[in-house]
């Protein structure tokens, strides 16, 4: 099991930037493809972005591309979502999760194939 703490959430005006943390603890994480995922109130948690385990390969939601970059630091066993341009349909609750049963070079789109979950960190985009 991977212990995930996301960090960096707040308050940002429309434009603006975030960049998200997301630190594991516990074996494998650089072996795991790693997911960003969000839920607004109201709705049902979405994908945002995915990469694999050598960052050989992302993958981004339609409303994201161009504006959301993903990466990871297995050295530090730590993820990033760098979320620039910033638009209030963007608030939400994001969380990072772990793969620990696909391929390393899979990534999935999908809540259900990620196992690990970190408590998620709020978003919040003002006009």
């Known amino acids: 099991q991977v212990q995930l703490v996301e960090s960096g959430g707040g308050l940002v005006q429309a434009g603006g930037s975030l960049r998200l943390s997301c630190a594991a603890s516990g074996r494998g994480f650089r072996t795991y493809p790693m997911g960003w995922f969000r839920q607004a109130p109201g709705k049902e948690r979405e994908f945002v972005a995915a990469?694999?385990?050598?960052?050989?390969?992302?993958e981004y939601a339609d409303s994201v591309k161009g504006r959301f970059t993903v990466s990871r630091d297995n050295a530090n066993n730590t993820a990033y979502l760098q979320m620039n341009t910033l638009k209030p349909e963007d608030t939400a609750v994001y969380y990072c999760?772990?793969?620990?049963?696909?391929?390393?070079?899979?990534?999935?789109?999908?809540?259900?194939?990620?196992?690990?979950w970190g408590q998620g960190t709020q978003v919040t985009v003002s006009l």
């Open positions: 999760a772990a793969d620990r049963r696909s391929f390393e070079n899979y990534v999935s789109k999908i809540a259900a194939t990620y196992d690990d």
């Open positions: 990469i694999t385990w050598n960052s050989g390969r992302t």
